[in-house]
DNA sequence: CCCTTTAAGCTTTTT
DNA sequence: GCTTAAAGGG
């Protein structure tokens, strides 16, 4: 085993060379705020940071380092990126969670703990939404969760949100299997950690170091169980964000996060200077925005990859959206025939992306190059499980490269509840096992005439590991009808992309994304970076709520502009969706993009 | 059944 | 703000 290192002797690994900031901020001691820009690096200073707390025994052991996310996506980079810096062992006592799953986990630990009156039968569903819909009589969700927030746990007296909250824990079933929402398991938590101090206690000495990332967005029902845990003279919390990308207060992000986090916490503020994304010129026009974004204009330095002049902006003026579509598609076309990769590239919306692109779709089309919403197909391709089917049929038809085999080999290991570790001679049984899987799979595989023979192949795949097996491993997979809902959905899509590439080998790789270039919201696309970005609809009628929430929309296009590496294309159309189109209440980024030191203007 | 008025959606994640 | 769906009136 490593011997601790002195903290003077730390030093980042792989060759990182941190800036300034962020060198402070990763030694630094009790709480801190980080304001982390576009490209500043922060997963990297996270995992640094993690390493140093571990190797220096600055987080001692048995404690632990827990990091909170919003999207699964990002724990899981945060934690490779640990493991990819400084090996399994320090990375076994990192802990990269969600919301949602660290919430998850305690009541899962500590449901027995809860008052019989608001205590979920231990098979609960969650986020069961048919369920739920039809035990509440509600369609809508937010409707749901805002009555349901007005309850007071325990559920003491019968208004008419308490008797909600209990007909949803008496549930459905003989069994009564209780239907919670995401929010009522997140206030069950909540509860129990500020009512049993035995379980609160706990959970803070296991975690002596707690990082949260995209600070921004937290909710107010997030920062209580925050404060509740974490606020006290041992942990030290350490949360990273940025106001300038704050997009999602609409969806309940606390409006003065930063402000609350400073006067609770008392951190030590520290600002990333760097921007390791984005070229000079991209740069120079995202601090340009800085003072009407809240904040301070100061210098951002950039790469020392790029040349001073490296980077472009463009403004595409044009009358509707065919010239727009052919300009696009052909600059688009030129790239990709240059070499870029498709992913590289990323179209995005305001809003509504579908009804924007269906002429740029067709254009590229033309041009033998796929565009695709990926709205649409994100939620089916970041099912863990629904990667793996995909993955076992590619192994099977013979196309899955050796990562792909590793990862899936993994993956049905650890269904199967085989541990190479244990005994070799098992281990050897199962890859039979799973070399007669791929085999069997095979043979359905070819002989796949539509789409039903497609979910026959799947069926049969689930069938192979075990659902039951799947469920315990993949707890969304507990839920009724989740496996029919896998088989219909992804058989659907497989089909149609197999009609169209010809080819099974082709269709999945089509559909999980390889040459085919995103189209997105500007929300779906934080966090992500591009080569060469296009904004389509740079409109009034896209950012009709600008009046109401200037500072929301800013961010909104200071994130699009943000995700670009080398270039950016705006575009507006005079005549769209059927009307003329004005960009009257959005001038402000007109005038930024008319300045001839920033944006070049196309009018066609 | 048709016309008018009203209300909601638009931008989201999480096991 | 503007589109679409639901609800209400004759």
Redesign the pocket.
Known sequence: MKHKMSREGWKPSDGIVLEDAAQKALVAEGNELVTAGPGSGKTELLAQKACYLIQTGACPKPYRILAIS????SATTLFDRVKQRCGKETAGRFSS?????FA?IILDHFLDALPTQCRPSRDY???NVEMIQALTGI????TTDALLNRAALPLVGSSCENTLWKKLLEGTGPKGTSQLT?QMAFRLVLYLVETNSDVATLIRDTFACVFLDEYQDTTELQYALIKELFLNDRTCVTAVGDSKQR??L??GAMPKAFERFKSDFSPKSFELLMNHRSAPRLVDLQTRMYKSLGEQPHPVATSSAWEPDDGKVSLLISEDPSDESKYLAQDITDKIRDGLPAREICIL?????KDYTVGLVKELAGNGIRARCE?EV??LL?DDLVILVLDILLISIGSGDSSIRASAEQAIALIMGVLEKQSAERYQMFLVELSELYQETYILCKNTKCKNDLEKVMQHVLDSLGRDAISSNY??Y??PLSFKKLTDTLSRYLWSEMEEAHGMEAGIKSLLGDGVVPI??I??SKGLEFDSVYLVGLE??AF??F?YQPD?DRC?FFVALSRAQRQATFTFCRHR???DQSHD?INEFFELLSNDKVATVIRI
């Open positions: 919003f999207k699964k996506d969670y969600t919301f949602d799953g998850k569903e969650l986020n369609p809508k969700q937010r995401f997009i999602m609409w969806a919306c305001k809003q509504k992306p709205n994100q939620d970041s707890p969304a507990r839920q997105m919201t929300h779906k009034d009628s009709w709520n009046k929301e909104a969706m059927g009307r209440g």
